[in-house]
């Protein structure tokens, strides 16, 4: 969390695309969202885990999502100049998520919120429960979904493509990358981070996103 907003308050005009895994089961917590209804709610996100998962609040929105450390649950994130229209970025990363899972031969799809209406309980505490336009369903399931904040003329996505199961088709993170160079038509080049942000990642995590006074403060 710390280096997706790093990136974002030392953009410049070169779009930045990152895919990472999550090194501990955890839960990332939306900007906005009360932490204790995610915890107290009747099936809270995580239960069961031993130890329980580690809580962070995002710097953007939406609800709840718990990121295991899978190979086939990696979650990415996209800085880019703030667009006239955000459902554009969005409706972009749902075909990302669909092409990446064709290439791995399985069936997606975004999710149509008049064709699936009733079909899906939904739930405000937790992203894969509740329904979005742009979320991406496959058997049933939504495997993909995002959150954005804009922060000093760019505009920060984070999202998730998390499968039930690891894909038998190849790996998961070289075909999100695949599908963005496909779908954004773009070469993505793989770069290492600046003094100036990996100075600022430091300090964001250290003052920022390992003080309960962030993660807990609604």
Same mark, same amino acid.
């Given at each position: 969390?710390?280096?997706?907003? /790093? +990136? ?9 695309? $990152? ?6 089961? &955890?839960?990332? #917590?939306? @900007?906005?969202?009360?932490?204790? !209804? ?8 995580? /239960?069961?885990?031993?130890? /329980? =998962?580690? #809580? ?13 450390? %899978? ?8 800085? #880019?100049?703030? =667009?006239? &229209? ?11 998520? #669909? ?13 149509? %919120?008049?064709?699936?209406?009733? *079909? ?29 904040? *804009? +922060? ?8 998730? +493509? ?11 993170? !070289? ?8 779908? /954004?038509?773009? *070469? ?13 990642? $430091? !300090?964001? *995590?250290?003052?920022?996103? +390992?003080?309960?006074?962030?993660? @807990?403060? $609604?």
């Amino acid at each position: 969390m710390a280096l997706d907003e /790093a +990136l974002a308050l030392t953009a410049d005009i070169t779009p930045t695309f $990152r895919v990472y895994y999550w090194s501990s089961p &955890s839960i990332s #917590i939306g @900007y906005f969202q009360k932490v204790l !209804e995610v915890l107290n709610a009747p099936v809270p996100v995580g /239960a069961g885990f031993k130890p /329980a =998962p580690t #809580i962070v609040r995002r710097p953007t929105g939406g609800t709840a999502v718990l990121h295991l450390p %899978e190979t086939y649950q990696p979650s990415f994130s996209l800085v #880019i100049e703030t =667009p006239r &229209s955000m459902g554009q970025i969005y409706h972009l990363l749902g075909q990302v998520a #669909i092409e990446a899972l064709k290439t791995l031969d399985i069936e997606a799809r975004l999710w149509d %919120e008049k064709g699936s209406r009733g *079909r899906f309980q939904t739930c405000p505490y937790f992203c894969t429960s509740n329904f979005s336009h742009y979320d991406v369903i496959s058997q049933g399931q939504k495997v993909a979904g995002y959150s954005a904040r *804009r +922060l000093q003329g760019v505009t920060l996505f984070q999202g998730y +493509l998390h499968l039930p199961e690891p894909a038998k088709g190849g790996h998961l993170v !070289e075909a999100i990358i695949t599908g963005m160079e496909k779908i /954004a038509g773009v *070469r993505l080049m793989e770069g290492n981070l600046t003094e100036a942000e990996a100075v600022l990642t $430091r !300090e964001l *995590r250290q003052k920022k996103y +390992l003080q309960q006074d962030w993660n @807990y403060k $609604r």
